[in-house]
């Protein structure tokens, strides 16, 4: 059976959600999934005072787990256009995995949080995929596939380089059913193509 781990930081809960949709699209195409999270780098006073969500049920991964999987998908907030500081401090450790080539032809892909519509959604996206790529991995997206991307009815996130959602400037805006949907498709892509390419 394809295994896929869906692996995530969310400050606020908003890529937390968008990853627990992932992981459904993943299963319902018949793969095994684990969704685990990186460390918090932010100490945990100053997190409590930034009204973090410390609640999260997943487990806290290592880098070694990367190995374990035939496809890996990261999810992140965005940080000034880029992918947040705990989520690079975590695949910065993978210059082992890298020099072993321990990723090489594994299925990767990306999905995001911004505050805003044009806060750096993309490049967000971006600078996951380029470390994915470094790795030796092969890139699924969002591809228009999913519809509702092209939506004018409503705000909402999504592009063909991956799943996103938009939180507001204050976090209050949750996911809307259609970027989870974004984010259930992109799962269910990327364990058919791990899956295809083992066969």
Known sequence: MTKVLVLYHSAYGHVEAL????AEGARGAGAQVDIKRVP????????????FKLDQKAPVAKIEDLADYDAIVVGTGTRF??????????LDQAGGLWARGALNGKVGG???STATQHGGQETTLFSVITNLLHFGMTIVGLPYSHQGQM???????GSPYGAT???AGDGSRQPTANELA??????????????????
């Open 19 to 22: 990853a627990e949709a992932v």
């Open 40 to 51: 918090e780098t932010v100490p945990e006073e100053i997190a409590k005072a930034a009204h």
């Open 81 to 90: 256009g880029r992918m947040g500081s705990q989520m690079a401090a975590f």
């Open 110 to 112: 990306a999905f995001a």
């Open 151 to 157: 939506t004018l009815d409503e705000i909402t996130g």
């Open 165 to 167: 959602t938009i939180a």
């Open 182 to 199: 974004g984010a259930r498709h992109q799962g269910e892509l990327i364990a058919k193509t791990a899956q295809k390419l083992a066969a």
